[in-house]
């Protein structure tokens, strides 16, 4: 394609992606969340200037110790450029256009979970320090990102617990969402197979972890959405489709379930993903096999995984994607002979494929082998 041709497409979307967005209420929109890192905000766009696309924004990444004096981000974790008064007003712009705003706890680097798990029975001071930071700021919830390595039962006891304080931190009129590990509802030697057709994942590792702490059924009333963190595991061995799949089927209906992207270069793996499927013409672009081991031979793609994922299950009509990062600034690797797709690319064509049901004019073409 030549550049011009991409310019004309990148504006077709946008056009077709800003006609759905009006047409369609936030109640209505199948889910679009794209996570904020706090720490490039002094660089990236502001986080009121998030497109339009999206349906919730979640602000990483807060600490599991979490402490707040009201007055700057000390104890937080958090790494905004600018006062909280500040991000306050950002995050009532997003909310004033009917984007949700949530904060997420975790994530790779902070892993001290000891002490708020410790407040599952008896919520304490970061319990009641965090439902203080949800209301100071306006926010409209919170997000599980338990990411420590492992299945021992002390951390799935210790993920249990993080679920639990979370949700009494965010209250009943608040939303609590997760990040759920890529491969974490594989079957493994520690789970029941039935659910994965008798066999056990390549991986190990986290594998099959969430699949162990949702043998606790209760943690599902707690939750409205999850987030699978459906990258950063290449594509020889890994298929994302199957692991939003296998968190489909093993969650109730009544909570959405996101596939999630990441832009190339992902912070693991060699892959590279591409928007639709003609684009898929590099080594990276294409999956080989999935978790178990089966032959998949399909491109790896916002276009794919979406119309394979999501879009292809009746389940709950919200589901939708994920972006880890919406600001991410790394220069493109190329795929033949146009760039793999950005994260601005990314989220309008996602968009435009979430809400493509309500158009009379798809913005892909059905005639491709990965349908």
């Known amino acids: ?47 009121s200037d998030t497109a339009p696309a999206y349906t919730h924004v979640v602000l990483a990444f807060a600490k599991p110790d979490f402490t707040w004096n009201g007055k700057d981000w000390t104890g937080t974790g ?75 039962p002390a951390q799935i006891a210790e993920y249990r617990a993080a679920i ?47 699949r162990l702490v949702f043998q606790d059924k209760d943690l599902f009333s707690r939750l409205a959405m999850i987030n699978v963190m459906s990258y950063d595991a290449g594509v020889d061995t890994f298929d994302p489709v199957k692991a939003w799949s296998l968190y489909r089927a093993m969650v109730p209906a009544t909570i959405t379930v996101n596939i999630g992207f990441e832009t190339s270069p992902e912070g693991w793996g060699p892959a ?5 499927n ?31 994922g999501p879009l292809s299950s009746p389940k709950n009509r919200h589901d939708g994607a994920m972006l880890w990062h919406i600001v991410k600034d790394q220069k493109l690797p190329s795929c033949g002979q146009t760039l793999v797709v950005s994260p601005r690319e990314l989220e309008l064509t996602a968009r435009v494929l979430l809400d493509r049901k309500r158009s009379a004019s798809p913005a892909f073409s059905e005639d491709t082998d990965d349908h």
């Open 1 to 47: 394609m030549s550049a011009r041709g991409s310019l004309q497409r990148t504006a077709a979307i946008l056009l077709l992606s800003t006609a759905l967005a009006n047409s369609a209420t936030a109640a209505e929109r199948r889910a679009l969340a794209g996570y904020y890192p706090s720490w490039f905000s002094a660089t990236a766009a502001k986080l």
């Open 78 to 152: 958090l790494q905004f450029a600018t006062p909280p008064n500040d991000v306050r007003q950002q995050i009532a712009s997003l909310q004033a256009r009917g984007i949700k705003v949530v904060l997420a706890v975790g994530g790779a680097t902070y892993l001290n979970w000891a002490p708020l798990a410790a407040e599952a029975d008896h919520p304490g001071t970061i319990t009641t320090t965090l439902s203080r930071f949800v209301a100071d700021m306006g926010l409209d919830g919170l997000d599980v990102d338990y990411e420590t390595e492992g299945t021992a």
């Open 164 to 210: 639990r304080v979370l949700a009494n931190a965010a209250g009943p009129d608040h939303m609590l969402s997760l990040a759920a590990w890529s491969t974490g509802a594989d079957c493994t030697a520690a789970t029941s197979t039935a659910p994965c057709g008798g066999k056990t994942s390549v991986w190990d590792g986290r594998a099959g972890r969430e």
């Open 272 to 276: 590279k993903l591409v928007a639709d």
């Open 278 to 308: 003609a684009k898929a013409v590099c080594p990276g672009a294409r999956i080989k096999a999935d978790q178990f081991g089966d032959a998949v031979n399909k491109s790896y793609s916002v276009e794919r995984a979406l119309g394979d």
